[in-house]
């Protein structure tokens, strides 16, 4: 008897194994259009055109009249930043953007770096493409695409690529050089938005997929963070025969797993597989975790469910869109800077930088397209797209739910198969331990705990994260 309960035993986990193995599933690639109308009949034109930003007295004129138009409302006293973004610092904002500001020399720095677009799927996207100056002998450049998310642009990356594409300049070694692509998501900025519903970050991933392959790239390096990092995560999921290695510095890996981890983490973390940076990032976790994602993801609920509401009155009010979108530069940046009457926005950031965010929105009228790519990724309730579960049986779902962080619509977490850096900023909204990560992504071959730097990495901490991505492709080219 006892024999027959073993080698049902051996046999029953043998079955399990077998079955509950990772499978390297992949997204299917499909096409799309998302143009005004019906698709054409004809070729989709694939010409690569020039572009350069642009602006007009005109432009400025109608600004200033709206920023002179500014109705005040006082803060209540010892404020911060608690009630959202500070109007008495507010004004010293709006002072500068009306009488310093500078937009067309701002323009004059957009267009340093070489702007192009191009047609794919019915919609125009805009790219920056930035060559090294100089190359050393017997090298190539690595094809390197940059992904920005919300409510940040390609602007986010102006300070890190010529420590890519030009390291020995910048005192780095010119072991890794770079030829960047930055796009502007579909909707945002420059990129023209989709007349469709439905255009989420897959349709995204495909359309950037496309741009690497015209501009003659059949093999590339991604990076992104935000919902760049979403967009590369899908890349990886689509073609992980194209993508040489993915770089990212924010995950969206919760699972029950991690629930559970949250948790009991705390007294029982080492065994958790947290590390005691995990449980000072993490803990206590009632603060760290979800009193902040409360306080941080009301703007969430709004662009999930109805962007077209709010961002109409964004689109009618720089000073409106100003204060929105500064204030996830502050508290985003680092949370303890609500306690700020500043924010703390200038510690990290200039403001001219930060206003030329902002025009970015402003004069392209982007607002609503860009908090519309919330309701097409998020607006159906989590865990509904396909890339974040990949279908097994109804038995193994059940059986798998619980221990290993599963979707409940019965389909396992879709994992990422390429070659994958992860750089751990503590003042992102969210801490993601080495565990965490490794689960969704299992060829994980570096994790930094990056010493600071909050959400926006390139655009805040430059250097380190240029640091990062060189370390994980010193460490993939070893392999």
């Known amino acids: 008897m006892w024999l027959e309960i073993l080698l049902t035993s051996v046999l029953g986990f043998a079955i399990y194994w077998f079955i509950s193995r990772d499978k390297e599933e992949t997204l299917p690639l499909e096409d799309g259009w998302w143009g005004p109308g019906t698709r054409s009949a004809a070729r989709e034109d694939d010409s690569i055109r020039p572009f350069k930003v642009e602006t007009s007295d005109e432009e400025i004129h109608d ?43 701002q323009v004059e720095i957009l267009n340093r770096y070489p702007h192009f677009k191009t047609k794919i799927e019915g919609l125009d996207i805009h790219f920056i493409h930035v ?46 050089v770079f030829e ?24 995204t991933a495909r359309i950037f997929y496309k741009l690497m392959l015209r501009l003659g790239f059949q093999e590339f390096y991604i990076q992104g963070g935000d919902w760049g990092s979403l967009i590369c995560t899908n890349m990886a999921q689509l073609v992980p025969s194209h993508v040489k290695g993915l770089h990212l510095n924010m995950a969206l890996v919760l699972s029950n797993f991690s629930t559970l981890t949250l948790l009991l983490g705390q007294r029982f973390g080492r065994f958790l597989g947290l590390t005691e940076r995990d449980v000072e990032l993490l803990y206590p976790v009632k603060e760290k975790v979800f009193y902040s994602l409360m306080r941080e993801s009301g703007y969430m609920h709004i662009q999930c469910t109805k962007p ?45 930088d930060l206003l030329t965010n902002v025009m ?8 609503i397209s860009s908090q519309r790519f919330y309701k097409e990724n998020l607006g159906q309730g989590w865990m509904t797209q ?16 619980e221990v290993f962080g599963e979707s409940p619509h019965g389909g396992t977490r879709m994992k990422v198969y390429v070659p994958t850096g992860f750089s751990a900023f503590p003042f992102e909204l969210l801490h993601t331990p080495e565990k965490w990560v490794r689960f969704k992504y299992p060829k994980l071959i570096s994790y930094s705990y990056m010493v600071r730097g909050g959400h926006f990495a390139a655009f805040e901490e430059p250097e380190l994260l240029a640091q990062d991505i060189r370390k994980f492709l010193s460490v993939l080219e070893r392999q």
Not at 184 to 194: D, K, Q, T
Not at 335 to 345: A, K, S
Not at 360 to 367: A, C, M, P, Q
Request: charge should be positive; include cysteine; proline fraction near 8%.
């Open 308 to 352: 077209d509401t709010v961002g109409s009155a964004l689109n009618d009010s720089p000073v409106g869109l100003a204060a929105y979108i500064l204030e996830k530069f502050s508290t985003w940046t680092n949370t303890e800077f609500r306690y700020l009457e500043d924010g703390g926005l200038e510690r990290k950031f200039s403001l001219d």
């Open 180 to 203: 960047v692509i930055c796009p502007s998501i579909p909707g945002y900025g420059f990129s023209e938005a989709s007349s469709k519903k439905g255009f989420n970050s897959v349709a």
């Open 63 to 105: 600004l200033h009249q709206r920023i002179d138009k500014f109705r005040f409302t006082p803060p209540l006293e010892d404020s911060c930043f608690h009630y959202g973004f500070n109007s008495n610092y507010l004004k010293k904002v709006i002072s500068y953007w009306r009488n310093e500001f500078d937009w067309k020399k």
């Open 360 to 367: 970015l929105y402003w004069t392209t009228g982007t607002i």
């Open 386 to 401: 396909k890339h974040e579960r990949c279908p097994r049986g109804p038995w193994m779902g059940t059986l798998k739910v």
């Open 131 to 176: 060559k090294p100056p100089q190359l050393p002998a017997g090298h190539t450049p690595k094809p390197l695409l940059m992904v920005h998310g919300w409510p940040g642009s390609f602007y986010e990356f102006y300070k890190i690529i010529p420590l890519l594409t030009d390291p020995k300049n910048h005192g780095l070694s010119d072991e890794h």
